[in-house]
């Protein structure tokens, strides 16, 4: 398999020679729109998860997602050719006609039809391009997803053919949410509506799907297919089968020596949302691409001097940003917000300011930083910032200690990076003063400062902190009380608040600093170790001390403010490195302790049992890397080796898993295989936030 990079326009390519099948559906794309909806499988269109598909739509933006294409049966059939035979005076056929399958669908461990042989590379830049290689001619499919509908476009573009041929073009339906699967007496219905197919649900407030080829003829024919096998369910322990149906097929001629582009559109709508089918689809295929290239040229403009690589990275980072309903402001009703991951996670609280620094900052994406920022902020309750919002409802949840203190980091990163002073002073201060008073006082989930001025959150029940698995009520990572990584938060956004008041406000710079000064206190009083020459990772409600080895630690060195000496940010550093840092991130477990799971795989709960004991998460490389930098003073040498550090998540961009993007986890024992979702927001913008301070 060998992989290309071309500087003018930020490609990826890659050939299918000589691959075997297993080895190709490791590999995966990713097309996303701006609504949260998207378009991903296999570099081979093969189906292995229940959430891939050609479009799957969002009627709530970002959420309550459905899949709506799964996929297309494309056939390519070269007619026989036929002879004058003098004898009869007739025409008699001397060859029967060949039939190309270019579709891969696996049914009970078997692949049938077998497309993926004539595939001889994979393109990626706006869009997804498949070329295949007949007997008798070429073929190159291109997949696009529109930016602003829930429409994805696909392009069957037909070199020169020596013999006339026909082309086969049949469309299996789900409609179905995202996180279910199909059975097959789902009551699908289909009528033809203007020059589209409308397809939809046999009952009242279905939504509905339009198809459009205007180039074929459509002929009816209504089946189900049933057992589509989906590999990645089954490996993760869970309902691995669908049923798909199928409305019928699209059949065009294409006669010999006439290049010819045939363009198939789809878009998924609300129930009753369209009055007229016929405009919301007949957009032009040039024009299409050329609002995909205007927006990739506009996503990348950060890139200076022509770094492919940080050009890739930007776009990798634009898969993530999307707009939200919001319920409560009428005024402006899409407000931009971040998707945690694909193809699975909705919006989180913590996920987004975690990964607003790099996402939207590092790229200069300044507007839309405040358009989420201002949107969390009005979303705020009882002193916190939601930490997700539920995939139907919208209703907030505020579930997290650490999401509302990532907020108030990343609007003073905001407020550093843009100068908005009106901004934060008008529409951000406020929320921060709120989460910090509240947070000393106390609010949801028994969160408030002890006595020693330390944060102290939730109990036995209760997963508050970004360590979270939980199955069937057992929580495999208890971290109530004063967790680390909070404490050092907490003494980041007192020291980000008098240092913002110094100057401007005497008695408030007094206060956050005499506050901040406590918890610094407090904070190597009770964390460090002296024993271990590290950080104790929680100290739990009856005051025992957790001295587990986590990665947790490091924040406490990376963030602007640390109540650690140098020489205890070094040694954190030197313990983590050691222990904990691998080619893809940093383990949440040492291997040695008793409790460490080295591999992600298996059931839900045998999964949640490891997912913060030794799985790695490439999102930890950003504070570890610039902790390392910063206890090495910036200096060249640190910088060279940071470098280092990065280069397998940079070449895992372009060469692993998901084509253009980083997956969520990587398994803890060697080789590290990718893991979770295909593409993390945070894995994506910390890789950015560091590569920008390592070259910079």
């Not at 939200?324 to 917000?337: G, L």
């Amino acid at each position: 398999m060998s992989i290309s990079q071309k500087a003018d326009d930020v490609a990826i390519s890659i050939s299918t020679a000589d691959e075997s099948v297993e080895n190709l559906l490791t590999r995966e794309w990713l097309l996303t729109n701006e609504r949260g909806g998207y378009a991903s499988s296999t570099i081979i269109g093969c189906n292995t998860r229940e959430y891939h598909g050609l479009l799957i739509g969002s009627l709530n933006p970002p959420a309550n997602r459905i899949m709506a294409l799964a996929k297309c049966l494309e056939m390519v059939i070269f007619e026989g050719e036929s002879r004058f035979c003098p004898a009869s005076g007739a025409s008699q056929n001397v060859s029967r006609r060949k039939v190309y399958n270019l579709s891969t669908f696996e049914f009970n461990d078997k692949f049938a039809p077998q497309g993926f042989t004539y595939l001889k590379q994979v393109r990626r830049d706006t869009g997804l391009h498949f070329d295949y290689e007949l007997e008798q001619l070429k073929l190159t499919k291109s997949v696009y997803l529109l930016r602003d509908t829930d429409t994805v476009v696909l392009v069957y573009d037909f070199a020169d053919s020596q013999k006339p041929v026909e082309f086969v073009l049949r469309p299996f339906i789900g409609l179905r949410d995202f996180h279910t699967l199909q059975r097959s007496d789902a009551p699908l219905c289909s009528r033809w509506l203007g020059d589209s197919l409308l397809v939809r649900h046999d009952v009242p407030g279905s939504c509905e799907l339009f198809l459009n080829c205007p180039s074929m003829n459509f002929e009816k024919d209504k089946q189900w297919w049933f057992n589509f096998v989906y590999r990645n369910e089954k490996q993760r322990g869970l309902n691995f089968t669908e049923d798909l149906w199928t409305p019928g097929f699209f059949k065009c001629r294409i006669p010999a020596g006439e290049p010819a582009k045939i363009v198939f559109r789809a878009n998924l709508s609300p129930p009753g949302s369209i009055s007229n089918p016929e405009q919301l689809i007949k957009a032009d295929i040039d024009e299409i691409c050329n609002d995909l290239n205007k927006h990739q040229s506009a996503v990348t403009v950060a890139a200076k001097n022509g770094d492919d690589e940080f050009r890739t990275l930007c776009l990798a980072a634009d898969q993530f940003i999307t707009k939200r309903q919001t319920n409560w402001d009428p005024e402006h009703t899409h407000r931009t917000t971040v998707i945690a991951g694909f193809p699975w996670f909705a919006d989180w609280g913590r996920d987004t300011f975690i990964s607003l620094p790099g996402l939207l900052l590092s790229t200069r994406r300044f507007d839309e930083a405040k358009s989420v920022l201002t949107t969390f902020a009005q979303a705020a309750d009882e002193g916190m910032i939601p930490n997700r919002f539920d995939d139907h409802t919208g209703t907030a949840y505020f579930n997290s200690v650490d999401a509302s203190l990532w907020f108030v980091n990343a609007a003073f990163q905001y407020l550093n990076a843009t100068g908005d002073s009106e901004t934060f002073t008008q529409q951000l201060l406020p929320t921060i003063r709120w989460i910090i008073d509240s947070y000393h006082n106390g609010t949801q989930f028994g969160i408030c400062a002890d006595s020693d001025g330390l944060i102290t959150a939730g109990n036995h029940e209760t997963q508050l902190t970004w360590m979270d698995a939980k199955c069937d009520g057992v929580s495999f990572t208890p971290r109530c009380g004063k967790a680390v990584e909070v404490n050092a938060l907490w003494y980041n956004a007192l020291c980000l608040c008098a240092q913002f008041y110094a100057g401007r406000d005497v008695e408030n710079a007094r206060h956050y600093k005499t506050m901040a000064d406590k918890v610094k206190v407090s904070f190597c009083k009770l964390f460090w170790n002296e024993k271990t020459g590290y950080l104790n990772d929680c100290i739990l409600p009856n005051g025992s001390v957790d001295s587990t080895l986590r990665p947790n630690q490091i924040f406490a060195v990376s963030l602007g403010s640390s109540p650690l000496s140098p020489q205890q940010q070094a040694s954190v550093v030197d313990v983590v490195q050691k222990e904990l840092l691998t080619p893809y991130g940093l383990r949440t477990l040492n291997v040695q302790d008793e409790r460490y799971k080295g591999t992600y795989t298996g059931p839900q709960q045998q999964r949640d049992e490891a997912y913060h004991q030794g799985t790695v998460w490439p999102w930890l490389i950003g504070p570890f890397i610039e902790s390392f930098l910063k206890v090495n003073d910036y200096s060249k040498k640190s910088k060279k080796k940071a470098a280092e550090f990065i280069q397998p998540l940079i070449q895992h961009l372009t060469e692993d898993s998901c084509l253009g993007s980083i997956s969520e986890i990587f398994d803890g024992d060697a080789p590290h295989k990718p893991r979770g979702c295909i593409a993390q927001a945070w894995s994506v913008a910390e890789l950015i936030r560091v590569y920008e301070l390592i070259n910079n």
